[in-house]
């Protein structure tokens, strides 16, 4: 008999049938639960919302790294709060030049599930010059002033631990803790599902920043298909990549180039409309 399971939150659902539960834990913030699929490969939920599956990680995972990290051009160092799995972790390890790749995750367990159980995402900590830190994002981002090029974050959605990476002052941290020139990415939710969240965090972001804009990444296991990442500076218009990728580089890329970079930020008429820029 086929097995399915559902996330259900925010009056939206969806169902995959799996093969077998590999993993289930309650850590102090969240239930992590890991799961082999019959279609989409392996797949993590926390507290029974989808984090990833294998067959479309890559298009958030490089999404996240690539876009913000082409936009700054040349980050020598960088945070990723949150990303507790490694996914992000593992797209900015192809790259050669940075010297500190840290990074900032409320729950150690996610990250010794993610060993455990999801070598080719976890495969990003192996690199020498990852450093991990198990704090609350928000505090840890607190302590830090004009260190970091590029910051990543690679968060759960409000409701949970991740709540504190939504608000103003956590974005005006963001801006403190960066160096002239620096650059910031963060999980920004769908439109189509959570207009208000979308909208609160894009002016968190613009209360702080020069330059903000939003951009589109499609991800069929994401509630409404696609999710979307906030770019904030004050210097660059992220939306035009400073630099972009070697073909060392471009062959390891299943989702992003230039052309998906620019593209992203194209808004429809009523996301442009709800968010305030110019369509
Ligand atoms: N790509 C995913 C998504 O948007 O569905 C996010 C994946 S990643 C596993 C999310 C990580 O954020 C989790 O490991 C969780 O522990 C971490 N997290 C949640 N709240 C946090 C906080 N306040 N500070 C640092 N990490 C946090």
Request: with cysteine.
């Amino acid at each position: 008999m086929s097995e399915w399971v559902t996330e259900a939150a925010n009056g939206y659902g969806q169902t995959i049938e799996i093969t077998r539960k590999i993993y289930e834990k309650q850590s102090k913030y969240q239930k992590i639960e890991i799961f082999d699929t019959v279609k989409l490969g392996r797949m993590l939920m926390l507290d029974g919302i989808i984090q990833f599956t294998d067959s479309d990680e890559f298009a958030y995972q490089e999404m996240m790294a690539h876009l913000p990290y082409y936009a700054h051009g040349n980050p020598e160092r960088i945070l990723v709060i949150g990303g507790g799995d490694g996914g992000v972790l593992r797209e900015l390890a192809k790259h050669p030049e940075p010297q500190v790749l840290d990074l900032c995750d409320i729950d150690e367990e996610v990250i010794k599930a993610a060993k455990t159980y999801l070598p080719e995402m976890a495969c990003g900590f192996d690199d020498p010059r990852v450093n991990i830190h198990i704090a609350d994002g928000s505090a840890f981002i607190k302590e830090k002033e004009g260190y970091y090029d590029l910051v990543i974050v690679d968060s759960t959605d409000p409701g949970g631990p991740g709540a504190p990476l939504f608000g103003a002052e956590f974005y005006a941290s963001l801006k403190k803790a960066l160096r002239p020139g620096g650059v910031v990415g963060t999980q920004a939710e769908s439109p189509w599902l959570l207009p208000e969240v979308v909208k609160n965090l894009i002016d968190a972001a613009r209360s702080n920043f020069r330059y903000v804009d939003y951009a589109a990444i499609s991800v069929p296991t994401y509630p409404t298909g696609m999710i979307g990442c906030c770019t904030a500076s004050d210097t660059k218009n992220v939306a035009v990549p400073a630099a972009e990728p070697d073909d060392d580089i471009a062959r390891k890329l299943r989702y992003y180039n230039r052309r998906v970079h620019e593209a992203a930020f194209a808004k429809p008429q009523f996301v442009a409309g709800m968010l305030g820029f110019e369509s």
